[in-house]
């Protein structure tokens, strides 16, 4: 099921399966998300839990027991159920279920919570641990914004920019997108400014850290922005579809990585991963402010 919410700048779509942003326009029809042609990509902004990135092998370990689980978890295959809506506010939840203990032995209850205030969306995460057991978890989003977002303008003419320059470290990955642990420094000199090209994501994504926690999408020739704030999240990652001219750049704020690549995961030991104990609540999430 599709839900709206909406203000006086804003209309929102979220879909019930997933959890998953449909369309952010403004007042005059301007869609600032991607809308998911699959000749570059099917997704928009899928939700990252109970993981983030791929396990090696599309597995991991936990108590001697070993357990299958797809990139980014299954919270965006899943149905999440409708606990509160308003005019311009939505919760959805999604708590364990035969479907999920099949890759992930705990019990949980997973709020999405999607509210406007003026031209921002704030997309509150908040898990709680219903297990007896400490539960294990990570957290991000994924959401895809369309580039050009001025009339007359190009992919090439947009730049992401942090709000200060900041000496930003890359996640080194493997040829299949795990984790190698040789991190380097992006940029030597600090980095403030990324131009945007199709070549930039030839490799598929990156992702950065030790960065100011505001990132916008502009281009100097235009007038319309998105900006993404992720005060809780330490990495963030960009990323369009590799060796395509994709008309989009995704902007994700990750709690966790993928696993280190050549290594099978114990998920308690796995790194940057949310350690919570039982009946405790942890919260975090981002918000897109749009210009």
């Known amino acids: 099921m599709i839900y709206t919410i909406k203000n006086e700048l804003l209309t929102v779509e979220v879909s019930s399966l997933g959890a998953e942003l449909q ?6 029809g301007c869609e600032y998300l991607y809308q998911g042609n699959p000749e570059f990509w099917s997704g928009r902004a899928p939700i990252m839990f109970p993981i983030c990135g791929r396990f090696f092998g599309g597995k991991y370990t936990y108590l001697g027991k070993e357990y299958e689980m797809g990139s980014h978890g299954f919270a965006r295959h899943s149905e999440f159920s409708l606990s509160s809506e308003a005019e311009n506010a939505i919760t959805l939840t999604l708590v364990e279920n035969e479907e999920t203990k099949k890759s992930y032995p705990f019990d949980f209850k997973f709020d999405i919570t999607f509210s406007l205030k003026g031209g921002e969306l704030f997309v509150d995460y908040k898990v709680t641990n219903t297990d007896e057991k400490t539960l294990i978890f990570a957290l991000g989003g994924h959401p895809a914004f369309n580039v050009p977002l001025d009339e007359g303008l190009n992919f090439e003419d947009y730049v992401v920019e942090f709000d200060k320059v900041c000496d930003a470290f890359k ?4 040829p299949t997108c795990f984790c190698t642990l040789e991190d380097k420094l992006y940029t030597q000199g600090g980095t403030k400014t990324i131009k945007l090209a199709h070549e930039l994501f ?5 992702f950065l850290y030790n960065v100011p926690k505001k990132i916008t999408l502009h281009s100097p020739l235009g007038k319309r922005a998105v900006t993404v704030r992720f005060n809780k999240m330490k990495y963030v990652g960009l990323w369009h579809a590799t060796k395509k001219p994709a008309p989009y750049v995704c902007i994700e704020p990750w709690s966790s990585i993928p696993s280190k690549d050549g290594e099978v995961d114990n998920l308690l030991t796995k790194r940057e991963m949310i350690h919570l104990d039982t009946g405790c609540v942890h919260k975090t999430g981002f918000s897109i402010e749009i210009k």
Do not use: Q
Request: glycine letters at 0%; proline letters at 0%.
């Open 171 to 174: 996640l080194e990955l493997s």
């Open 23 to 28: 369309s952010i326009k403004t007042n005059d």
């Open 202 to 206: 030839d490799n598929d994504a990156i």
